[in-house]
């Protein structure tokens, strides 16, 4: 195949392109020029394209090639100029060479994307009716372009915070779905970078007591071929494509550049406001999915070395995409380009966007030599040895879809995991399944099965309850299924291992006793994960009753199913997102006291032995009767409820200067036993009387006070929280 160029003009002349340098990649503006840079290895012939308002497309044939690096610079071109690229070279897909020069191609390293993909045969690289032969259609009318932009912007000062581990509570929020419906919000904001800039939100937030969001993906994605079928998109974002571009689709301002100024203004405001920004990100596949996918970047660029392989039997090319992210393809971090992707792609959202860290979704799929797990790799060494990101938050998600790729508990210094094993226990504790609470205990207290060999602290256990797949808490105690029938699958996508308890009725109820219930089963889900050792993630809108209506996959659902409901019910009988307001209040509250006690949020690692001669244990887990629970408690399969006391004086951790810690002493109490439960409050020689400071008892108010030696009832399915007084 070959293609004609015709010269690239401009407002109708005709400029002659200069040779430009392979470095940087993608498109670097200047008032001048504008460089253009894209790695394609194996092919042998690249047009740069260049769009005018009014879409027609005018070509002009890069002849300057550098270590598989095409390039050449453009005079003149403005910001917001629209581009793609076509490449030329051979068409055998079994030996992954996928070129065709009728497929217009993003940048993968273009800052900004303008347009969407459509389901039509013109997106993908090979014909539909014969698959081993290129499709000759132009994908352009059906593609997105990538934007020139200028990155200039104005800071006024803006530094990254660098808030403590020990002190970050993470918040996971869509950018769409948190100000979709916000009545506070201006309306034309709703749903994109601006509006989470307005007070609303960032005075919500902080009110709360979080000091970090965590956006679900926001490098620009596009929907799924098969989902567009279905009338539905992808919601979450897990479909990436470029890895530079923050997605289009949640700018007010446009999308020739404007979302990159919407996304650091947004980044700028909640710095301001005392809140970190975190991204989710999806390095481990693209939206081209397998190989009958489309031919959106990569695939058309170097689909041999930017997708791994099953590895052939006979050590020859095998076009068999290896997939461990049930995706389609999984990215190749062992070839040297797509790794470079990776580092500058990172430290560009850090040094440019000013962002402070990263989840990695399905971290495993990228750490890996080849198909086998490995900590020493080429990523990962890249990562802890990069003076800038080696210094950001990085948070792994330890699992992929492999047999081998669960990784909880076995990610190097410095990484922090998500640790579903705390979701599962705590889940299975209030829902009264646990097998006793030994399992409870380490997790409350930081996971040191998992993190404590290997120097690290108990936060690099990232603690959450629910996050954005899965149910809502509110669902979580209402539902014993999944209802997932509005994404089109017959109910048969999403897990089954829920941990769920419905209480007695499947969905919303009237019964007020009911209701009552689940609503403080989920304030003692809030409390037990704002008051563990770890970092706490609480997903948005748990705090205020947020509901899927069953759905724990709602991946699709762009609408009411899955944004946040602001209105404040007048009914609180209704079950009205209004009638779970108590569930805000205590979890603020709870964050309130960890925010403002070192004693809840400390960093080394409990000894269960004093702190200095003559004092109290750090720790001490209590039996209902006031003694220390015994061996033979923990191995109790029955037990059902446990005090945790921890000690305020002094803590393990020195303060900044190297002085002793003092704060005071807590004891809380867990009871996730279907029967009130008399508990005696141990007689000591360091604390002799405490006030309640946080209670899902109603019968127990905050503000009670209590002494050692005392009996109190602590409520089923209750948790209390007491607080040492001074003498």
């Given at each position: 195949?070959?293609?004609?160029?015709?010269?690239?003009?401009?407002?109708?002349?005709?400029?002659?392109?200069?040779?430009?340098?392979?470095?940087?990649?993608?498109?670097?503006?200047?008032?001048?020029?504008?460089?253009?840079?894209?790695?394609?290895?194996?092919?042998t012939?690249?047009?740069?394209?260049?769009?005018?308002?009014?879409?027609?497309?005018?070509?002009?044939?890069?002849?300057?090639?550098?270590?598989?690096?095409?390039?050449?610079?453009?005079?003149?071109?403005?910001?917001?100029?629209?581009?793609?690229?076509?490449?030329?070279?051979?068409?055998?897909?079994?030996?992954?060479?996928?070129?065709?020069?009728?497929?217009?191609?993003?940048?993968?390293?273009?800052?900004?994307?303008?347009?969407?993909?459509?389901?039509?045969?013109?997106?993908?690289?090979?014909?539909?009716?014969?698959?081993?032969?290129?499709?000759?259609?132009?994908?352009?009318?059906?593609?997105?372009?990538?934007?020139?932009?200028?990155?200039?912007?104005?800071?006024?000062?803006?530094?990254?915070?660098?808030?403590?581990?020990?002190?970050?509570?993470?918040?996971?929020?869509?950018?769409?779905?948190?100000?979709?419906?916000?009545?506070?919000?201006?309306e034309?904001?709703?749903?994109?970078?601006?509006?989470?800039?307005?007070?609303?939100?960032?005075?919500?937030?902080?009110?709360?007591?979080?000091?970090a969001?965590?956006?679900?993906?926001?490098?620009?994605?596009?929907?799924?071929?098969?989902?567009?079928?279905?009338?539905?998109?992808?919601?979450?974002?897990?479909?990436?494509?470029s890895?530079?571009?923050?997605?289009?689709?949640?700018?007010?301002?446009?999308?020739?550049?404007?979302q990159?100024?919407?996304?650091?203004?947004?980044?700028?405001?909640?710095?301001?406001?005392?809140?970190?920004?975190?991204?989710?990100?999806?390095?481990?596949?693209?939206?081209?999915?397998?190989?009958?996918?489309?031919?959106i970047?990569?695939?058309?660029?170097?689909?041999?070395?930017?997708?791994?392989?099953?590895?052939?039997?006979?050590?020859?090319?095998?076009?068999?995409?290896?997939?461990?992210?049930?995706?389609?393809?999984?990215?190749?971090?062992?070839?040297?380009?797509?790794?470079?992707?990776?580092?500058?792609?990172?430290?560009?959202?850090?040094?440019?966007?000013?962002?402070?860290?990263?989840?990695?979704?399905?971290?495993?799929?990228?750490?890996?030599?080849?198909?086998?797990?490995?900590?020493?790799?080429?990523?990962?060494?890249?990562?802890?040895?990069?003076?800038?990101l080696?210094?950001?938050?990085?948070?792994?998600?330890?699992?992929?879809?492999?047999?081998?790729?669960?990784?909880?508990?076995?990610?190097?210094?410095?990484?922090?995991?998500?640790?579903?094993?705390?979701?599962?226990?705590?889940?299975?504790?209030?829902?009264?399944?646990?097998?006793?609470?030994?399992t409870?205990?380490?997790?409350?207290?930081?996971?040191?099965?998992?993190?404590?060999?290997?120097?690290?602290?108990?936060?690099?256990s990232?603690?959450?309850?629910?996050?954005?797949?899965?149910?809502?808490?509110?669902?979580?105690?209402?539902?014993d299924?999944?209802?997932?029938?509005?994404?089109?699958?017959?109910?048969?996508?999403?897990?089954?291992?829920?941990?769920s308890?419905?209480?007695?009725?499947?969905?919303?109820?009237?019964?007020?006793e009911?209701?009552?219930?689940?609503?403080?089963?989920?304030?003692?889900l809030?409390?037990?994960?704002?008051?563990?050792?770890?970092?706490?993630?609480?997903?948005?809108?748990?705090?205020?009753?947020?509901?899927?209506?069953?759905?724990?996959?709602?991946?699709?659902?762009?609408?009411?199913?899955?944004?946040?409901?602001?209105?404040?019910?007048?009914?609180?009988?209704?079950?009205?997102?209004?009638?779970?307001?108590?569930v805000?209040?205590?979890?603020?509250?709870?964050?309130?006291?960890?925010?403002?006690?070192?004693?809840?949020?400390?960093?080394?690692?409990?000894?269960?032995?004093?702190?200095?001669?003559?004092?109290?244990?750090?720790?001490?887990?209590?039996?209902?009767?006031?003694?220390e629970?015994?061996?033979?408690?923990?191995?109790?399969?029955?037990v059902?409820?446990?005090?945790?006391?921890?000690?305020?004086?002094?803590?393990?951790?020195?303060?900044p200067?190297?002085?002793?810690?003092?704060?005071?002493?807590?004891?809380?109490?867990?009871?996730?036993d279907?029967?009130?439960l008399?508990?005696?409050?141990p007689?000591?020689?360091?604390?002799q009387?405490?006030?309640?400071?946080?209670?899902?008892?109603?019968?127990?108010?905050?503000?009670?006070?209590?002494?050692?030696g005392?009996?109190?009832?602590?409520?089923?399915?209750?948790?209390?929280?007491?607080?040492?007084?001074?003498?």
């Amino acid at each position: 195949m070959s293609l004609t160029p015709t010269p690239w003009t401009q407002l109708g002349q005709t400029s002659r392109i200069w040779p430009g340098r392979n470095w940087p990649l993608g498109a670097t503006w200047t008032p001048e020029s504008t460089n253009f840079a894209v790695y394609a290895p194996n092919a042998t012939e690249m047009w740069l394209c260049v769009f005018d308002e009014d879409g027609a497309e005018a070509r002009y044939q890069l002849t300057e090639v550098s270590l598989g690096i095409w390039h050449g610079a453009l005079p003149d071109v403005a910001p917001g100029t629209r581009y793609g690229y076509r490449a030329d070279g051979p068409w055998d897909p079994a030996k992954g060479l996928r070129f065709n020069v009728n497929k217009l191609l993003l940048d993968p390293y273009g800052l900004a994307t303008s347009g969407t993909i459509a389901n039509e045969p013109a997106l993908f690289g090979y014909d539909w009716s014969d698959p081993t032969r290129p499709d000759l259609e132009d994908s352009a009318p059906v593609t997105a372009r990538s934007v020139v932009i200028d990155p200039s912007f104005d800071w006024e000062g803006d530094v990254p915070m660098k808030t403590r581990w020990r002190d970050t509570v993470i918040y996971e929020l869509h950018v769409k779905g948190f100000t979709k419906l916000h009545d506070r919000v201006p309306e034309p904001l709703r749903g994109t970078y601006a509006g989470l800039a307005t007070p609303a939100v960032i005075d919500y937030l902080h009110d709360l007591g979080v000091s970090a969001v965590e956006l679900l993906p926001v490098y620009q994605f596009f929907s799924e071929p098969a989902l567009l079928e279905r009338g539905l998109t992808n919601y979450w974002g897990y479909n990436t494509v470029s890895f530079f571009a923050p997605d289009a689709s949640y700018s007010s301002s446009g999308d020739r550049g404007q979302q990159v100024a919407e996304f650091k203004q947004m980044v700028k405001a909640f710095h301001q406001g005392g809140l970190e920004v975190i991204l989710d990100v999806v390095y481990n596949h693209t939206a081209e999915a397998g190989p009958t996918g489309p031919t959106i970047s990569f695939r058309g660029l170097d689909d041999q070395g930017f997708y791994k392989r099953v590895p052939a039997a006979d050590g020859d090319f095998d076009d068999t995409y290896w997939d461990v992210t049930g995706c389609g393809n999984t990215v190749n971090t062992w070839d040297d380009l797509a790794l470079r992707l990776i580092l500058d792609s990172l430290r560009y959202w850090v040094t440019e966007m000013h962002v402070d860290g990263f989840r990695f979704d399905l971290m495993p799929a990228l750490c890996r030599t080849g198909t086998e797990v490995d900590f020493h790799c080429a990523l990962l060494i890249a990562i802890g040895q990069d003076p800038v990101l080696r210094h950001v938050k990085l948070i792994a998600e330890p699992w992929d879809v492999s047999m081998d790729g669960y990784l909880v508990g076995k990610m190097p210094p410095p990484w922090v995991e998500w640790n579903d094993q705390y979701r599962d226990t705590i889940r299975d504790f209030w829902r009264g399944q646990s097998d006793g609470v030994r399992t409870v205990a380490t997790r409350v207290a930081g996971s040191s099965d998992l993190y404590a060999d290997d120097g690290r602290s108990a936060y690099n256990s990232v603690n959450f309850i629910t996050a954005h797949d899965g149910f809502t808490v509110r669902d979580l105690v209402s539902y014993d299924g999944k209802h997932n029938e509005a994404n089109g699958e017959d109910n048969r996508d999403g897990t089954d291992n829920n941990r769920s308890w419905n209480h007695g009725v499947e969905g919303e109820t009237d019964d007020p006793e009911i209701v009552a219930l689940r609503r403080r089963q989920a304030a003692n889900l809030m409390v037990t994960l704002c008051l563990s050792n770890g970092v706490p993630m609480i997903t948005a809108g748990d705090e205020r009753g947020r509901t899927q209506r069953g759905n724990n996959n709602a991946y699709c659902q762009d609408n009411e199913i899955s944004w946040i409901d602001w209105r404040a019910d007048p009914d609180p009988d209704s079950g009205g997102a209004g009638a779970w307001l108590d569930v805000y209040e205590i979890t603020k509250a709870a964050l309130r006291l960890r925010r403002e006690h070192s004693a809840l949020r400390q960093r080394h690692w409990f000894e269960g032995s004093p702190t200095i001669v003559g004092g109290p244990k750090d720790l001490a887990w209590l039996h209902p009767s006031g003694r220390e629970m015994t061996d033979a408690d923990w191995a109790d399969h029955s037990v059902r409820a446990v005090g945790m006391f921890m000690s305020g004086g002094p803590l393990r951790s020195p303060g900044p200067h190297g002085e002793q810690v003092l704060d005071t002493s807590f004891l809380l109490w867990f009871n996730a036993d279907a029967t009130p439960l008399s508990v005696t409050l141990p007689e000591n020689d360091w604390v002799q009387t405490g006030e309640v400071v946080l209670s899902t008892d109603a019968a127990i108010a905050v503000g009670t006070e209590v002494k050692a030696g005392e009996e109190i009832t602590v409520g089923a399915r209750t948790v209390v929280l007491i607080r040492e007084l001074a003498a």
